[in-house]
């Protein structure tokens, strides 16, 4: 089961843009907080960007003034705009928000399956 889906990735000179989507699935009824994480050959996963359930945004140091996430007013879809790309922020692009439920049960798979995103230069 998963409940969050990437799409939006790709190859792309650096210098230039992408803009992932994360979307939860219809049996997801509330969804707090949402990241994104990413993964670089060799390195482990780290945090991006995170949005509150309020929209209040966070960025990790190498991203901030470049990437710029945003969420829809349903709070089921999550944004991540990436501008000026970089070599190294080539990496697998992962959506996950640790808080979420159906109308039954919270929700324990928490991650998406990543979108490959791929700058060169």
């Known amino acids: 089961q998963v409940d969050l889906v990437e799409s939006g990735g790709g190859l792309v000179l650096a210098g230039g843009s992408l803009r992932l989507s994360c979307t939860a699935s219809?049996?997801?009824?509330?969804?707090?907080?949402m990241y994104w994480y990413r993964q670089a050959p060799g390195r482990r996963r780290e945090v991006v960007s995170e949005?509150?359930?309020?929209?209040?945004?966070t960025y990790a140091d190498s991203v901030r003034g470049r990437f710029t996430i945003s969420r829809d007013g349903d709070k089921r879809s999550s944004y991540l705009q990436m501008n000026s790309l970089k070599a190294e922020d080539t990496g697998i692009y992962f959506c996950?928000?640790?808080?979420?439920?159906?109308?039954?049960?919270?929700?324990?798979?928490?991650w998406g399956q990543g979108i490959q995103v791929t700058v060169s230069s």
């Open positions: 949005i509150t359930e309020r929209g209040t945004p």
């Open positions: 996950y928000s640790p808080r979420m439920t159906t109308a039954w049960n919270v929700v324990y798979n928490q």
């Open positions: 219809e049996r997801i009824t509330t969804i707090g907080s």
